[in-house]
């Protein structure tokens, strides 16, 4: 938190609960509002004693609360540290009274006053660590004079000068207070891009300013990449996928890259582009391929990955040669990998993501063999209790699709589910899934 003001803002009698911002991180609306709502300010209430009850130093408190149907409510406030323990009450609960009146049930939401702020979500945001280092904090040193108020008298230095305590009686002391413990990056940047001079105004965090972000910030010269993949040479071909060739590369620092370039009449547009680099800069896990950034150039679209060393999963089930590296501990090691990859999709990252196109193909080995899953084109997002979707364009591979998906367009985590089973048959079996042609003309299983 950084504040400053032409008025005194700290010490006695500086409470100011006037003036209020608040921020909807997340748009979602929570299950069961009216519970919710009371498991929240439970809470709250909570958080506001411990905060309001800290020393002079600091005057902050989280923790979290299981709402409704085993949602978990996570929290934050904090006062600056100036103010009593009565006026750091009074600031936090007047910032919890507005809650019901502008954002009722709404999943997550920043109230931010001169004074204090609260913030909750239903995503971990806060440092618990570093949290309890405050609580073993020493007390606070004390505190310089306050500066005088321009109706008091000045006081002047006496001749003879009296050391330093009179210089300091009338230099403007400025008091940094370091409220920022872990107010998320990104809601500051928003409160001071987008909060109008309205004290009132009520803002929302929404994915199109997220995905600019985003973007902007993983984008590449096109000429870099031409020349790191020596003009897209066929020397430097890896493979040849359903939407354009995929060519190795080596940056000026000397790291590798694997660039899928897509094919000017590829099936995946713009929609599926953004797509991709929007959901791949957002996962971060051991057994996801990780995008390192992305390049437009005309017609041209390239994404830009982390090298993956042995290729995909495909190339050593199905090759008579490569096979007899995949003894029967490398087997379970890469299905174990694939497991602890797609519960990160469905259950462990922010948001929860139905891959749709999960394949042998789609598995990249890196150079101790652990498993990657890649190509995020066709992914669908989800919000955390969305269970299902429908959609009326199918995609992804006749073989690993789940029929309710192949003839109705439903798709859910099980649709996942049923393709990683598929993937165990054949790295069991060694053998590809095979489908009936009338199947994949039709979109049904054959009888």
């Known amino acids: 938190m950084l504040r400053y003001s032409n008025e ?11 003036i209020k911002y608040t921020v909807r991180l997340n748009k979602d609306k929570a299950l069961s509002g009216d519970q919710f709502m009371r ?3 439970t809470l709250l209430d909570d958080l506001r004693l411990q905060a309001a ?10 923790g979290r609360r299981t709402g409704p149907d085993f949602q978990t409510i996570y929290a934050m406030v904090q006062c600056t540290p100036d103010l009593s323990l009565d006026e750091c009450d009074i600031c936090l609960n007047s910032a919890a009274l507005d809650l019901p009146r502008c954002c009722n049930a709404s999943a997550g939401v920043i109230v931010l006053m001169p004074s204090c702020y609260l913030v909750y979500d239903l995503y971990y945001f806060y440092n618990q660590s570093r949290l309890e280092e ?30 330093d305590n009179n210089t300091t009686r009338i230099i403007n002391v400025v008091v940094s207070i370091v409220a920022g413990l872990l107010l998320v990056a990104f809601v500051g940047f928003l409160v001071r891009k987008r909060i109008k001079q309205n004290p009132e105004e009520e803002l929302e965090i ?20 031409r020349v790191a993949t020596n003009d897209f040479s066929q020397a430097n071909k890896l493979g040849q996928g359903g939407f354009g060739p995929v ?22 547009g713009d929609l599926e582009f953004k797509n991709e680099v929007v959901l791949l800069a957002k996962l971060q896990h051991g057994n996801l391929v990780r995008l390192l950034g992305f390049s437009v150039g005309g017609n041209e679209k390239l994404l830009v990955y982390e090298f993956v060393e042995n290729a995909s999963l495909d190339h050593f089930i199905f090759d008579p040669t490569k096979r007899s590296y995949l003894d029967w501990d490398r087997r379970c090691k890469i299905i174990k990998g694939i497991i602890k990859g797609l519960l ?18 789609n598995v990249l080995l890196d150079g101790d063999m652990n498993p990657k899953i890649a190509d995020f084109g066709m992914a669908r997002l989800f919000v955390t209790d969305e269970t299902q979707g429908n959609t009326s364009r199918i995609v992804g591979t006749h073989g690993y699709m789940a029929s309710e998906y192949a003839m109705h367009g439903q798709f859910s985590v099980k649709t996942d589910v049923f393709s990683f ?27």
């Not at 700290?10 to 006037?18: A, I, K, V």
């Open 8 to 18: 005194n803002i700290f010490g006695p009698g500086t409470l100011w609960t006037d």
């Open 39 to 41: 498991d929240l300010r």
């Open 53 to 62: 009850s800290g020393g002079s130093l600091h005057k902050v408190a989280a």
């Open 134 to 163: 405050l609580l073993r904090v020493g007390p606070a040193p004390i505190p310089p004079p306050l500066v005088p108020l321009p109706s008091q008298p000045v006081p002047v230095p006496s001749p003879q000068g009296t050391g």
């Open 206 to 225: 929404g994915e199109d300013v997220d995905d600019i972000s985003v973007i902007e910030s993983l984008h590449n010269d096109f000429d870099k990449i």
């Open 247 to 268: 060519n190795k590369g080596k940056l000026q620092n000397g790291q590798e890259i694997a660039v899928k370039r897509l094919s000017r009449n590829s099936c995946q």
């Open 344 to 361: 990160y999709l469905h259950e462990d990252s922010r948001l929860r993501i139905i891959h749709r196109d999960l394949k042998a193909s």
């Open 421 to 447: 089973g598929v993937i165990v048959l054949e790295v069991i079996s060694v053998k590809k899934a095979l489908l009936s042609s009338k199947w994949a003309e039709r979109g049904r299983p054959p009888k």
